[in-house]
């Protein structure tokens, strides 16, 4: 039901955005959030939209060179990451949730997407 894609090779210092795109039209007003994994490490939390608040939310590690971002129809989210480092290599999942009452814990959504795989080289 959510399909994450966008991930791929980037230098380091370079851009990517990622996509998440929601297979039924009931999730445009979901609140929905985008995790990330490290090899050896657990799922930790980048960002996050809120559709009844309209307000964003951000790890402190991407705060101020990452955007998450709704297409109007809303079925979309999008994950634009700026000025890139290698430990942002992660695989990076979307997921929804009718109203994530903690936006940045995972357990907050009930919908996840199959993830994509970002690696950074130096």
């Known amino acids: 039901q959510l399909q994450a894609s966008g991930g791929g090779l980037v230098q380091a210092g370079g851009s990517l955005r990622l996509s998440c795109e929601a297979s039924e039209r009931t999730f445009s007003t979901y609140d929905m959030g985008w995790f990330r994994q490290a090899p050896g490490k657990e799922r930790e939390f980048v960002a996050a939209?809120?559709?009844?608040?309209?307000?964003?939310y951000y790890a402190d590690f991407v705060k101020g060179r990452s955007t998450i971002s709704r297409d109007n129809a809303g079925t979309t989210v999008y994950l634009e990451m700026k000025s890139m480092k290698p430990e942002d290599t992660a695989v990076y999942y979307c997921?929804?949730?009718?109203?994530?009452?903690?936006?940045?814990?995972?357990?907050?959504?009930?919908?996840w997407g199959q993830g994509t795989l970002v690696t950074v080289s130096s």
């Open positions: 997921a929804a949730d009718l109203r994530a009452r903690r936006p940045d814990y995972s357990g907050s959504y009930d919908y």
């Open positions: 939209t809120s559709w009844s608040s309209g307000q964003t």
